[in-house]
């Protein structure tokens, strides 16, 4: 058809119509960037961030808290055993020193017109599956119908826009999308997992499984104890191990994770040398805990790396599909409460820093007043928004760090309150049309317990009985994605490029569907707008005012009270490793541009023997 199609141009239109056409007509790339041209050329050898010539061998042994009752990560059921992403592979991959650009893994080119109306990914020969089956469109498309039909609900937030999939060859597969102009959704199709369609006939797609999947990845499921353990052996003469955008990584023979309930326990096993490596989250654990043996003696490295990653919000998040938290009032009145000054030198030793904006650490977060392009964005929803977007700067509530200076705000968050209808009861609560002001917050971990117990003391100065509510992991997942919560300490996640995951976050056709990370329950035609302008936002400049008009909107509606945030990694681990020189902006390699040094190691092994037992 296409070629009938051509022979009736040749003849019906002039040598310059002829030539746009042909000028028109796609042609395969090796990447492709969110906006401007992918740093690395057709013709790169390796990423700047890794060792070429890193050697293969040894083990790196990992460590995480919680548990897992599943091998199969891409629907709703069950807790997903940790590293399991490292057997299968996409289409594409990212690199740790670009904003947003996917450079071809499984595809090895990609084809897509100007306006990025459709995507079309040319299989690689060599790409096979771990049980040596090609890699085909098939499977492809098999993958992506499986996924919007029976996968996680966030598959089907994420490529919404897909109209049809379909395999044009056994090795060239196309994307139609059902609008043009979203220059994201050619790239966010490409991190699709690629799943064998030979392997999951016959099974129940939906089901939790500790049957590891047949992948594709460089690692495969050696050994597992459900909820303990798991293990992950190299795939011997992988099929990428020599791609240019693969060169370098992957170095481990095997890589392991145990799995801890206990904090306080995970944290030892370091320090026994039951593990390698740990990323430390707890600034006071940081300050007083690593005072060990090992750290003295230089056999654990402790780091701090800076880093230039968007640190999201990570906050008390309203679900506001409850009656009591659905006026904006009574949210702006609780972050009064929230002393983050005093808390942070307490607890934290005046590490970390407070959290103002949604796309904080980073050029998308918006400050001051809005000016220029952003205000021209704004001014489109005047009276739609909160007059405090264009009269004010946002800005969280202060203390001294005294605890004593939390009576003034608790004195605004007293008038804000009464302003919203609430009055102190016979009880000592504060009470509106019979109700008292009662809810609980919900958390999966300990270590939150000493910022949220003076955050409930405060609030029953005003007459709110806040009540705390630890539960297991997978209880707390199972009741977060049922939206059964009334507050929970929540990180909104975000990248260097957001697109089509902020309808996940933000979308009114989201705050009904269980299992969406639209969480807290916000149903507002400005951002819905807001959001489908930036998906398809033309430019860098365009997507920064963008992110900056919708941060304003989110924070000047109070459907959080912001928490706190730390723009270095803290890192400790056994000297045993080698690493490259260069660490990305972006990402901290471990463990995939890692390797093993079996000199270090052996001069470990003479002054340590890890106590295997947990």
């Given at each position: 058809m296409y070629r009938l199609w051509l022979a009736f141009l040749v003849i019906a239109?002039?040598?310059?119509?002829?030539?746009?056409?042909?000028?028109?007509?796609?042609?395969?790339?090796?990447?492709?960037?969110?906006?401007?041209?992918?740093?690395?050329?057709?013709?790169?050898?390796?990423?700047?961030?890794?060792?070429?010539?890193a050697p293969k061998g040894g083990e790196m042994r990992l460590a995480t808290s919680g548990t897992f009752d599943t091998l199969n990560p891409f629907v709703l059921k069950g807790v997903a055993a940790p590293g399991i992403g490292m057997t299968v592979q996409t289409l594409t991959t990212g690199t740790d020193d670009e904003a947003f650009t996917r450079y071809g893994l499984i595809a090895e080119t990609i084809e897509m017109p100007e306006d990025r109306s459709w995507v079309a990914f040319n299989l690689r020969?060599?790409?096979?599956?771990?049980?040596?089956?090609?890699?085909?469109?098939?499977?492809?498309?098999?993958?992506?119908?499986?996924?919007?039909?029976?996968?996680?609900?966030?598959?089907?937030?994420?490529?919404a826009n897909v109209k049809e999939?379909?395999?044009?060859?056994?090795?060239?597969?196309?994307?139609?999308?059902?609008?043009?102009?979203?220059?994201?959704?050619?790239?966010?199709?490409?991190?699709?997992?690629?799943?064998?369609?030979?392997?999951?006939?016959?099974?129940?797609?939906?089901?939790?499984?500790?049957?590891?999947?047949?992948?594709?990845?460089?690692?495969?499921?050696?050994?597992?104890?459900?909820?303990?353990?798991?293990?992950?052996?190299?795939?011997?003469?992988?099929?990428?191990?020599?791609?240019?955008?693969?060169?370098?990584?992957?170095?481990?023979?095997?890589?392991?994770?145990?799995v801890y309930r206990?904090?306080?326990?995970?944290?030892?096993?370091?320090?026994?040398?039951?593990?390698?490596?740990?990323?430390?989250?707890?600034?006071?654990?940081?300050?007083?805990?690593?005072?060990?043996?090992?750290?003295?003696?230089?056999?654990?490295?402790?780091?701090?790396?800076?880093?230039?990653?968007?640190?999201?919000?990570?906050?008390?998040?309203?679900?506001?599909?409850?009656?009591?938290?659905?006026?904006?009032?009574?949210?702006?009145?609780?972050?009064?409460?929230?002393?983050?000054?005093?808390?942070?030198?307490?607890?934290?030793?005046?590490?970390?820093?407070?959290?103002?904006?949604?796309?904080?650490?980073?050029?998308?977060?918006?400050?001051?007043m809005p000016q220029g392009r952003e205000l021209e964005i704004l001014e489109q929803y005047r009276g739609k928004v909160p007059d405090e977007v264009f009269t004010s700067e946002f800005r969280v509530p202060q203390t001294d760090g005294s605890g004593a200076g939390v009576r003034e705000n608790l004195g605004k968050a007293k008038e804000l309150l009464n302003a919203a209808g609430w009055r102190l009861g016979a009880k000592g609560l504060l009470e509106k049309d019979g109700q008292e002001f009662k809810f609980e917050i919900l958390t999966n971990s300990e270590n939150f317990e000493r910022w949220i117990n003076p955050f409930i003391s405060n609030l029953k100065k005003l007459g709110i009985q806040a009540n705390l509510r630890n539960v297991e992991a997978a209880?707390?997942?199972?009741?977060?994605?049922?939206?059964?919560?009334?507050?929970?300490?929540?990180?909104?996640?975000?990248?260097?490029?957001?697109?089509?995951?902020?309808?996940?976050?933000?979308?009114?056709?989201?705050?009904?569907?269980?299992?969406?990370?639209?969480?807290?329950?916000?149903?507002?035609?400005?951002?819905?707008?807001?959001?489908?302008?930036?998906v398809s936002a033309k430019d860098r400049e365009a997507l920064i005012a963008l992110c900056h008009a919708i941060d304003r909107v989110l924070l000047w509606n109070y459907y959080v009270i912001p928490q706190f945030y730390h723009?270095?990694?803290?890192?400790?681990?056994?000297?045993k490793f080698g690493h490259p020189e260069t660490t990305p902006k972006y990402g901290l390699g471990v463990p995939d541009t890692w390797w093993y040094d079996k000199e270090k190691a052996d001069k470990i092994a003479e002054k340590v023997v890890p106590d295997k037992k947990k």
């Open positions: 239109l002039p040598f310059t119509a002829i030539t746009a056409a042909a000028e028109e007509t796609p042609q395969p790339m090796h990447a492709v960037a969110m906006h401007g041209a992918p740093k690395y050329g057709p013709d790169f050898k390796h990423v700047d961030y890794v060792n070429p010539d020969k060599e790409a096979r599956f771990n049980d040596g089956t090609p890699i085909t469109a098939d499977d492809v498309v098999w993958t992506f119908n499986a996924l919007m039909a029976k996968g996680h609900p966030h598959y089907r937030a994420y490529y999939a379909k395999a044009e060859s056994p090795s060239r597969v196309k994307f139609t999308f059902n609008m043009a102009g979203n220059r994201e959704l050619p790239l966010i199709v490409g991190e699709m997992p690629v799943l064998s369609r030979h392997y999951w006939e016959g099974k129940n797609f939906e089901s939790t499984t500790l049957e590891a999947p047949l992948g594709s990845g460089p690692y495969r499921v050696k050994s597992i104890e459900p909820g303990r353990r798991v293990t992950y052996e190299r795939v011997k003469d992988w099929w990428a191990e020599n791609l240019p955008i693969m060169k370098g990584q992957n170095n481990f023979d095997a890589i392991i994770f145990d206990d904090e306080t326990v995970l944290l030892q096993a370091l320090f026994s040398g039951n593990y390698d490596f740990r990323a430390e989250n707890i600034a006071k654990s940081w300050a007083v805990e690593y005072d060990q043996k090992p750290v003295k003696e230089g056999l654990i490295k402790k780091e701090e790396i800076k880093h230039s990653l968007p640190a999201g919000m990570q906050a008390f998040a309203y679900n506001i599909r409850r009656p009591l938290f659905q006026d904006p009032k009574v949210r702006q009145a609780l972050g009064y409460a929230f002393d983050f000054e005093w808390s942070n030198k307490q607890f934290a030793y005046g590490a970390y820093h407070r959290t103002k904006s949604y796309f904080e650490n980073s050029e998308l977060a918006s400050s001051g209880q707390y997942q199972n009741r977060i994605e049922n939206f059964d919560f009334d507050m929970t300490v929540h990180t909104f996640g975000q990248s260097l490029s957001p697109g089509n995951e902020q309808r996940d976050f933000w979308g009114s056709d989201k705050a009904d569907v269980k299992g969406s990370r639209n969480i807290i329950g916000i149903k507002s035609p400005v951002l819905d707008d807001l959001v489908g302008r930036l723009d270095k990694w803290r890192v400790a681990y056994w000297d």
